[in-house]
């Protein structure tokens, strides 16, 4: 299984960010390993004002209000007894947050998604959004908490999509590696898009049936000891399937494999990857293709 050696956790003080901090707590701890918080100041420019402002001033100001805030953050995070750090920088977000996963060794991204709703949902990208395209190492996006929410549930369900591309063995390590860390149980998914209703149905049985043993081979032998585990094969539109099995059947956790494309190559509405994000109602983690995953045993769990 993986070993997870040092999470940044990007804060912006609202709620979906301070809710992805504490999922971040939680897996720094199990993992044994340390959390950066990083608030990035966004530059102000002179030109959008009217009246003359002192831009030093202002910015000073703002990265000592964001350092004392983020301090308060990182102590009740040290409170549970993780190793903690906090970096104030001021720049492009994006930019700062692939900075100082290369500087700090980060190899696991935890933040917050503000949901949208209506047209803007689908054409305005957030900033996980953009670093999805671009990223080298996991991203783990969390959405805005409801009001019944006061910790990070527990993990008793995953579920793992997959169209069997590159990445794929990554999500697979991932996946279950955090389902032995939460004694949980995993489902694993890959979507058929409807081949119409001219293709016979034993055809389709037969297709269906050789994709479910595709993905029976992705699970590791010694997870078969400790987990529950269900292959299956859903059909359709695959962002729609699979957010309706995440409203339906109460999902904990999404993970799957994303592709490293970017700029044009990206469809206009957005990847199956983005949609989800937008869309989902839990935790999703995104693995990009030959994410790093350090091989680390652990004693094997019966899932309760």
Not at 173 to 182: G, H, L
Request: charged share 25%.
């Amino acid at each position: 299984m993986i070993q997870i050696q040092k999470i940044l956790c990007p804060v912006d003080f609202f709620p979906a960010s301070e809710r992805a901090m504490d999922y971040a707590g939680v897996l720094a701890k199990n993992y044994e390993t340390g959390l950066t918080l990083l608030h990035v100041v966004a530059p102000i420019l002179p030109g959008a004002y009217e009246v003359p402002l002192n831009m030093k001033q202002i910015v000073s100001s703002l990265q000592e209000e964001s350092t004392r805030r983020l301090k308060k953050l990182a102590e009740k995070a040290k409170a549970t007894g993780v190793p903690v750090e906090y970096v104030v920088r001021t720049g492009d977000i994006q930019e700062e947050i692939r900075k100082i996963i290369g500087s700090a060794k980060i190899d696991f991204v935890v933040m917050g998604t503000h949901g949208r709703r209506g047209f803007e949902q689908w054409f305005l990208g957030s900033v996980a959004e953009r670093l999805l395209r671009t990223i080298s190492v996991p991203l783990l996006t969390i959405g805005k908490p409801t009001k019944r929410e006061i910790a990070p549930p527990k993990i008793r369900r995953i579920l793992v999509t997959t169209d069997f591309s590159e990445g794929t063995p990554e999500a697979i390590d991932y996946a279950f590696s955090i389902a032995q860390e939460c004694q949980a149980s995993v489902s694993l998914l890959h979507v058929l898009a409807d081949v119409g209703a001219d293709v016979s149905e034993g055809y389709r049985d037969i297709l269906t049936e050789g994709i479910r043993d595709q993905l029976e081979k992705l699970v590791p032998d010694e997870a078969r000891i400790w987990c529950d585990i269900k292959a299956r094969v859903g059909v359709g539109l695959p962002f729609k399937v699979i957010l309706k099995i995440l409203k339906t059947e109460n999902v904990d956790l999404l993970v799957m494999n994303v592709h490293g494309k970017g700029g044009l190559e990206r469809p206009v509405l957005g990847s199956t990857a983005e949609r989800v994000v937008r869309g989902a109602t839990c935790p999703v983690l995104m693995i990009p293709p030959k994410a790093a995953a350090k091989q680390k045993r652990r004693p094997a769990r019966k899932v309760a």
